[in-house]
């Protein structure tokens, strides 16, 4: 099956920075690539989302880029505010079981005031 | 809606004992999916439901665990007996559509379950 490598497992910025999350997969089948946000004791919710067929994806300050040639994809937050603080999951799935999600180890990011 | 909406939140049991875990997912979707998250492993989809028929269960750990869902609007997940290492927080979910491609997965509030 496929497996998701994500890094780093914990980030601390300052406010204002910039936080880069950064995944690996291993499976050429995956073609759309999820990123949920899980804030302490909450749910895990689709922040942004990305398919095969396009390299970059942006909403405000939030910002993801896939490159499938090295399969890898990354999560890019500017202007990091203390409210993005939480653990950040990506994911992948394949063409051809699409309801099958396989998540990375999540990232807990620390947005310091 | 009020989304998808799990049950009980909290539960702390001893081990050998029957744990029932339940879930009703929004209105109108189609998939219903069972998660387990631990900090060893992460999020692991467990099974996964389209219109109430069991689709892919190759996630579930093993014989103790089994997972139902009569209608639409419910779910349920069972552990018996449970065991300590059981002790994760389980996640239900549900989406209209193939979750990735046209549904976004809605997740519940999950269930943390404590096995003594």
């Known amino acids: 099956g496929e497996n998701v490598e994500q890094h780093p497992s914990t980030l601390s910025v300052q406010e204002g920075d910039s936080a880069v999350i950064k995944c690996t997969y291993s499976?050429?089948?995956?073609?759309?690539f999820p990123w949920y946000k899980q804030e302490l004791g909450k749910r895990p919710q689709l922040i942004i989302d990305?398919?095969?067929?396009?390299g970059e994806k942006k909403d405000q300050r939030i910002a993801v880029t896939l490159n499938k040639t090295a399969k890898h994809f990354s999560l890019h937050i500017t202007e990091t505010q203390p409210e993005d603080s939480a653990v950040y999951f990506c994911?992948?799935?394949?063409?051809?079981?699409?309801?099958?999600?396989?998540f990375g180890s999540g990232t807990k990011l620390n947005v310091k005031p | 809606d009020a989304g998808v909406i799990q049950s009980p939140r909290h539960e702390v049991t001893e081990m050998g004992q029957e744990v029932t875990l339940r879930c009703k997912p929004i209105?109108?979707?189609?998939?219903l999916f069972w998660y387990r998250q631990t900090m060893m492993r992460g999020l692991e989809l467990l099974i996964y439901f389209n219109n109430n028929v069991p689709i892919d269960d190759s996630g579930m750990p093993e014989d103790r665990f089994s997972a139902k869902m009569p209608n639409a609007s419910f779910s349920t997940l069972k552990i018996q007996p449970s065991e300590p290492r059981d002790s994760a927080v389980y996640f239900c979910?549900?989406?209209?559509?193939?979750?990735?491609?046209?549904?976004?997965?809605?997740f519940g509030e999950g269930s943390r379950l404590t096995v003594l």
């Open positions: 499976d050429s089948a995956s073609n759309y």
């Open positions: 990305i398919r095969s067929n396009v």
């Open positions: 979910a549900s989406s209209f559509g193939l979750a990735g491609v046209a549904g976004e997965l809605f």
């Open positions: 994911a992948a799935s394949m063409i051809f079981n699409f309801n099958k999600f396989y």
């Open positions: 209105s109108g979707h189609d998939y």
